[in-house]
């Protein structure tokens, strides 16, 4: 079978099943009332008071907002892409997937093309929300909707590049952790809870800030440009932050790296 075709199976699977909109739906509500949030707390504390000065600058106001859509939205071509692999272990799938393509590498190679391409699309889909519901506000509140700046359009491009990557991510740990339940908890307990507070206590010094801008959040946020964590100063300290393409190379360094060491400690065994 040729990695075309491979590839075409394993976006049958997701297409398949009611799973994937379901997420995407979440997701853009989800980002959409954030950003929507953000724009109007930030774009009111920018409108002078009694006649004074603003209270913060908001010449960017509108990547910070528009940032959400992986910033926040990243999770979820996470979740995708590690039940695509767990489950499926899950529902005893890969042994006909394996009978039908016996290059097991080859299939792992085609699910993560595939994830990629609707990490992508769920990159695309979190814009939506992001930039549809963000602008909206921003122009409420009197601040510029950012269109004409060329950076909102770079950023988005690299959004898109960031929630592939996830996508990919996920598949990688689904591979590497088969347990749907486990892969599960793994990923909204890293996501939600550790890694932010290592960032946060990475900050606290130089040293650690130079450790803690490769977790992945971090590279992610340094491959976007722009996120809620690093505009707070709360993920590193001033000036100690990756370039975009550092940023993006780590999070295919972590994928890589997963990936192989899934695919040689579960995907070669035996399957039941």
């Not at 002078?48 to 959400?68: E, N, Q, R």
């Not at 590690?82 to 792992?108: D, G, K, M, Y």
């Not at 295919?252 to 990936?259: D, N, R, S, Y």
Request: with cysteine; net charge neutral.
């Amino acid at each position: 079978m040729s990695i075309v075709r491979a590839c075409r199976a394993e976006l049958s699977k997701v297409f398949t099943v009611r799973l994937w909109w379901i997420l995407a739906v979440v997701m853009v509500l989800y980002v959409g009332a954030l950003a929507g949030i953000l724009a109007g707390v930030f774009g009111s504390l920018a409108v002078p008071s009694g006649g004074g000065a603003a209270i913060i600058d908001t010449s960017k106001l509108h990547l910070l907002v528009y940032s959400t859509a992986s910033a926040i939205g990243y999770v979820f071509p996470v979740l995708l892409g590690a039940l695509s692999a767990t489950s499926e272990f899950r529902h005893q799938t890969l042994t006909p997937t394996f009978l039908a393509n016996p290059r097991r590498a080859q299939v792992l190679v085609a699910k993560a093309v595939s994830m990629a391409l609707i990490g992508a699309l769920f990159g695309v889909i979190a814009l939506v929300g992001s930039i549809g519901v963000g602008a909206i506000v921003l122009s409420a509140v009197g601040e510029s909707a950012g269109f004409d700046d060329s950076e909102t359009w770079a950023m988005a491009g690299r959004v898109v590049l960031a929630m592939a990557l996830w996508a990919v991510i996920g598949v990688a740990l689904g591979t590497l952790v088969p347990n749907q339940v486990a892969t599960l908890v793994i990923v909204l307990a890293f996501t939600q809870f550790v890694e932010p507070l290592l960032r946060s206590v990475s900050a606290i010094w130089e040293w650690t800030a130079r450790v803690g801008q490769f977790l992945p959040g971090s590279a992610s946020d340094a491959l976007v440009g722009w996120s809620v964590f690093t505009s707070l100063g709360a993920s590193t300290t001033q000036g100690v932050q990756l370039d975009w393409w550092q940023g993006g190379l780590v999070l295919f360094v972590i994928a890589a790296v997963v990936g192989v060491l899934g695919y040689f400690v579960i995907w070669k065994r035996d399957v039941t």
